[in-house]
T-cell receptor
Framework: GAVVSQHPSRVICKSGTSVKIECRSLDFQATTMFWYRQFPKKSLMLMATSNEGSKATYEQGVEKDKFLINHASLTLSTLTVTSAHPEDSSFYIC???????????????FGPGTRLTVL | DAKTTQPTSMDCAEGRAANLPCNHSTISGNEYVYWYRQIHSQGPQYIIHGLKNNETNEMASLIITEDRKSSTLILPHATLRDTAVYYCIVRVPDSWGKLQFGAGTQVVVTP
């Protein structure tokens, strides 16, 4: 159990276009999902926290108008990179928070990632 | 969240136990220790987490010292597929559940 999918796995686009990435929790409901970005040979950087039915919370330095996040259901969050430029090329990874039990097993499960290349 | 310190890299022989250390000397009483790993070009994989008791699951064991200032992740019988970057993360079980990743330990399992 606890599977998270992302689509697409890889996307190449032209500079100035927008790209949408979907993140789905397949076998559990997630009120909270997270978006990360990872550059080559670097660690994951948290971009934003996405809560179902409310506005996302962005980490310092992340442009909310450039990285639009929508969490319309308990199993789906989307990240749209608007007016993408070559410097936005990166590995984007989502995760979904899994809470279970009265004492609250609290674990994040990650998607496989989306490789974005902006030409 | 408490800062963690891990070795940059470790080598391990296939079939042997891999012991991955993590220092978190500023950990608070309600902060959990989480371990994830990331195989190249994939999303991180959850391994195990604990608060103060030692924990074991089908993947690994987590040993937390009594003062909670350090912990060790043990992979009992390393295989080549265990080659990955291993991240030790300390976080408060707050309403957000955010994880902040450090640099991690690059573990290479050799035949």
């Amino acid at each position: 159990g606890a599977v998270v999918s992302q689509h697409p796995s890889r996307v190449i686009c032209k500079s100035g276009t927008s790209v949408k990435i979907e993140c789905r929790s397949l076998d559990f409901q997630a009120t909270t999902m997270f978006w990360y970005r990872q550059f080559p040979k670097k660690s994951l950087m948290l971009m934003a926290t996405s809560n179902e039915g409310s506005k996302a919370t962005y980490e310092q330095g992340v442009e909310k108008d450039k990285f639009l996040i929508n969490h319309a259901s308990l199993t789906l969050s989307t990240l749209t990179v608007t007016s993408a430029h070559p410097e936005d090329s990166s590995f984007y990874i989502c995760s979904a928070r899994y809470l279970a039990g009265r004492m609250g097993t609290d674990t994040q499960y990650f998607g496989p990632g989306t490789r974005l290349t902006v030409l | 969240d408490a800062k963690t310190t891990q070795p940059t890299s470790m080598d391990c022989a296939e079939g042997r136990a891999a012991n991955l250390p993590c220092n978190h000397s500023t950990i608070s009483g309600n902060e959990y220790v989480y371990w994830y790993r990331q195989i190249h070009s994939q999303g991180p994989q959850y391994i195990i987490h604990g608060l103060k008791n030692n924990e074991t699951n089908e993947m690994a064991s987590l040993i937390i010292t009594e003062d909670r200032k350090s912990s060790t992740l043990i992979l009992p019988h390393a295989t080549l597929r265990d080659t990955a970057v291993y991240y030790c993360i300390v976080r408060v079980p707050d309403s957000w559940g955010k994880l902040q990743f450090g640099a991690g330990t690059q573990v290479v399992v050799t035949p």
